[in-house]
């Protein structure tokens, strides 16, 4: 699905988002995404001043 980049290009014509385009690709293909947690390490403030 969507092997050429002809057919994408019928795609945004006809009015498809690249995003929706993405999608659909994806899904065609049945390619599994991976999302990485994002890690947000707090740091610890000494606030009190001396």
Avoid at 1 to 19: D, H, I, P, Y
Avoid at 27 to 46: H, M, Q, V, Y
Wanted: no cysteine; aromatic share 6%.
């Amino acid at each position: 699905m969507l092997e050429t980049s002809q057919n994408r290009v019928k795609l945004l014509k006809a009015g498809f988002t690249g995003r929706e385009i993405e999608k659909l690709y994806i899904e065609g293909n049945n390619i599994e995404k991976i999302i990485t947690p994002i890690i947000i390490e707090l740091a610890e403030f000494d606030l009190i001043s001396e």
